[in-house]
């Protein structure tokens, strides 16, 4: 799996979500990476926390990390040219540079550990509805199995690995979970087949309603879900696709 991450503006592409109208609010970005979302959050004014499992790793470790993978990734990426069409590759590797310089200082002065956690999906160390809202980028789907139109040949990340993550980002979320990408990797792109899984969970957390104290997953919410057009460029992509994030919202508890 690649570590490298992107811009406060490129969340903004993705999820359609300003830094101005989350200013003020929890937010959750999980996994986090190398991007630099929760260093410019916090300094818009937002309360950011960003999960990632290699955060138990030193800040020069991180650092090599994502310049060695930026480069794998763009010369990888220039071996199938046709594939990114006239996607600007320096363009590409550039944007991951400038998000490593802006999250490394800001991942260096968090000596506490109070907006980079270690932690892993489908664990998540936060109480119930901790956050107002939840961003997840580029792993569910991204990094699933390459035969149901993910990146990685036997990825860890089954349907069933996918449903739990959701569900558990669902628990720690007060308000709204966004997920993005929601397309397969083929040529040409289409809904990734988990989608429809993910819809029904969250379906059936709203039907059942069932009571949290339970399960522990304080989920009984009347859930909704809906794809929110998305203006986010992944550079592999053709135009003719549904680029979407997938909106998670919760609503009234069920009684
Ligand atoms: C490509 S980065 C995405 C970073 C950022 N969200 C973005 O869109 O730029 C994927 C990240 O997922 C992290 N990761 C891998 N397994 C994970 C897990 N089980 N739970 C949470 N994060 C995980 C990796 O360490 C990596 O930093």
Redesign the pocket.
Known sequence: ??????LATDYQAMFGTTLESLAGKRVL?????P?SFVAQACAAGVNAIG????YAHAANELRNRCLDDIDYTVRQMAKHDAAYGDLDLQAYANNKRQALELFLPDYESDRAGQRYINA??PKLPFANRHFDHTLS???LVTYSDSAVGGCLSNSPFTLEWHLAAVLEMMRVTRGSLHIYPTTTRTKPARRHPYMDAIVELVESQSRRGHDSSDHGTDTSSAWTCRFEPSTYQRGDQDQNYSNASLVIERGAQVR
Do not use: K
């Open positions: 799996m690649q570590f490298f991450g992107r970005d999980c996994p986090s990476g991007s999960v990632d499992p290699l892993s999906l980028a580029h792993l």
